[in-house]
């Protein structure tokens, strides 16, 4: 398992979701690439301002903010 943080510079939403997704993600052994959109024209024009959003591959699960007790369940394979 492995996630992608989308994210940009000098998002502040960015930054809260960087700081929520990283203990949780450490603590379940998960690795967390992390992207910039505006690095990449595709991806910019495919998120635009939907950004932060956190990936499980192709799968999106969060954008904007996360759900803690949601994505702990996902780290862990429970179910909510």
Do not use: K
């Not at 929520?20 to 690795?31: D, I, M, R, S, T």
């Amino acid at each position: 398992m492995r996630l992608t943080l989308l994210t940009r510079a000098y998002c502040h939403l960015c930054d809260v979701m960087r700081a929520e997704v990283a203990p949780l993600a450490a603590a379940a052994a998960v690795p967390v690439d992390e992207v910039d959109v505006d690095a990449d024209p595709d991806l910019e024009a495919l998120w635009g301002d939907r950004v932060p959003v956190l990936l499980a591959g192709e799968r999106e699960l969060f954008h904007y903010r996360v759900d803690r007790a949601v994505l702990t369940a996902y780290l862990t394979g429970a179910t909510l």
